[in-house]
């Protein structure tokens, strides 16, 4: 019986949202070393069912695909596994998907590191790899083969050195900025949300700690695009704040 053992995973940070970069093989499958001895078939791609064809996912977006396949997991014991010996206990996978968000780096971050992040265009008679250094490069790629039948790869189809876990710092002090930028809806303004509520604060001025603040207006628009389907029942407005107050 063949199975698809998923050995590990580099997710790609894109501003708020993620390429989910797997790396995985059949267990029916092998390559030859430089050595010419056999070993597992590895390599990486997009991890994107039920959305064939995308590269780019939200935070929420990424919760379905987890539970998708976990689903498929629970469906076919045995046929999804973690290494040729063990295979996923039920809710692990969905887990381990998830985890790669936490895990995510930037093209630029895995660079520094040693990696070489590509785009592979499989609308070839052979596949063609394109090298992208940052990620105005990785974008702008997926935008030229936009129609194509395409992946996130790496350069080595066995390995990445994952970059260091970045640690949580000091919150910036938005205070130092001459304006930033807030969401507000008829509720409030906007606080958080989870992958069931949202919070708002409604008696809050617009500066208090408690509220999700932005450094540019452009990267609040990125943020309501990224979470558009969640926050499809609410109207929020993007609201300059300034040092002496309120933007009319």
């Known amino acids: 019986m063949s199975s698809e053992i998923f050995y590990d995973k580099a997710f790609i940070l894109v501003g708020e949202k993620y390429i989910p970069v797997v790396n995985h093989g059949s267990s029916n499958c092998f390559d030859f070393d430089s050595r010419g001895r056999e070993i597992p078939e590895k390599h ?3 991890l994107n069912y039920p ?10 977006e990424m919760q379905e695909i987890a539970a998708v396949h976990e689903e498929a997991n629970r469906n076919n014991r045995g046929g999804t596994r973690k290494s040729r010996n063990r295979s996923f206990e039920e809710g692990e996978f969905g887990r381990w998907i998830l985890a790669g968000m936490k895990s995510a780096h930037t093209v630029e971050d895995y660079r520094k590191h040693g990696n070489t992040v590509t785009v592979v265009d499989y609308d070839r008679d052979y596949w063609q790899r394109h090298c992208v250094s940052t990620t105005e490069e990785l974008l702008d790629k997926i935008k030229e083969l936009s129609g194509h039948s395409i992946t996130v790869s790496f350069w080595d189809d066995r390995h990445v050195t994952h970059p260091p876990m970045r ?45 999700r603040k932005f450094k540019t207006e452009k990267a609040a628009q990125d943020y309501l695009d990224s979470n558009q389907k969640f926050f499809s029942g609410y109207a929020f407005e993007i609201e300059c704040v300034q040092n002496g107050g309120v933007t009319a």
């Open 44 to 46: 990486w791609s997009v």
């Open 167 to 211: 640690r949580k710092g000091t919150p910036f002090d938005f205070g130092t900025l001459p304006e930033f930028y807030v969401l507000r809806a008829a509720q409030g303004y906007f606080v958080k949300r989870s992958s069931r509520k949202i919070w708002f604060a409604r008696f809050q001025k617009p500066k208090s700690q408690m509220i």
């Open 51 to 60: 959305h064939t064809g995308r590269m780019l996912f939200t935070a929420e």
